[in-house]
């Protein structure tokens, strides 16, 4: 069967560990994927374009850059939007996923498609997601599941990222953890056409240099300061974009 690549730039790269509960449309059904993919996960610095991770900026102080190895992100639901034609009863909405998965992206994703589900075929103009936090009566249901374990803790959190912060070339391992919770419409560039014959794959990309800039000034954004947690997690629901490739 061919693969026919749709792509969904998501400013992020994502790893999806979830449960095998996929939901199939009514009447006529069609498959599609999803693989997610980091083409950078290296931030740097204005003064160190064009230079590695580890190098310093002349007559510096500040950060030079950022490197990010995983970001995991909690989402309750994973879910397509037809294209409204006027007529409700041709009108499709198919869930991908309707229970807690976790969004894994690092730098060894973007193999084979990490998740599959069934859809009515269609014309598709976007693709929703809704970031979760556990309630408080979910953390002893996951508690125990290594996928799910580190967001069902007493401070519930949204989504977790990992990586290294040079500042003079100086590398110091962070760990950012925020506790946002959003639902997210990610409109396709141009719609999207799921027919019967392809496998319609969706491609999720990750790019951490929009989630650590700061939109104004340009300057990196050192995620181990708690004061910049609102922007870090503004960024990243500002950082999605959709496009077909």
Do not use: W
Not at 18 to 40: K, Y
Not at 65 to 73: A, F, H, K
Request: proline share 5%; with cysteine; aromatic share 8%.
């Amino acid at each position: 069967m061919r693969y026919k690549i749709i792509g969904v730039l998501l400013s992020l790269t994502i790893l999806i560990s979830c449960s095998d509960d996929d939901t199939t449309g009514p009447g006529t059904s069609t498959n599609v994927a999803i693989r997610v993919v980091m083409p950078s996960p290296v931030v740097r610095a204005a003064a160190m374009q064009g230079k590695g991770p580890g190098d310093v900026i002349l007559n510096g102080g500040g950060i030079d850059s950022i490197s990010v190895d995983r970001v995991r992100l909690l989402i309750s639901r994973i879910k397509l939007t037809g294209v409204f034609l006027g007529d409700s009863t041709n009108f499709n909405e198919p869930d991908i996923k309707t229970e807690p998965v976790v969004l894994t992206v690092d730098t060894t994703t973007g193999g084979q498609p990490l998740l599959e589900a069934t859809i009515p075929p269609g014309d598709y103009e976007k693709i929703k997601f809704e970031f979760h936090r556990f309630s408080t009566s979910e953390l002893s249901d996951y508690a125990s599941d290594p996928t799910f374990s580190d967001f069902a803790t007493s401070d519930r959190k949204s989504s977790i990222m990992e990586g290294r912060i040079y500042c003079d070339g100086v590398a110091e391992p962070f760990v950012f953890s925020g506790d946002a919770t959003a639902n997210l419409s990610v409109f396709f560039d141009s719609d999207v056409q799921v027919d019967e014959v392809d496998i319609s794959e969706l491609i999720l990309e990750f790019d951490p240099s929009t989630l650590f800039v700061d939109s104004k000034s340009g300057d990196l954004i050192d995620p181990r300061e708690s004061k910049n947690e609102n922007d870090i997690e503004k960024n990243l629901k500002d950082a999605i974009h959709a496009y077909k490739r």
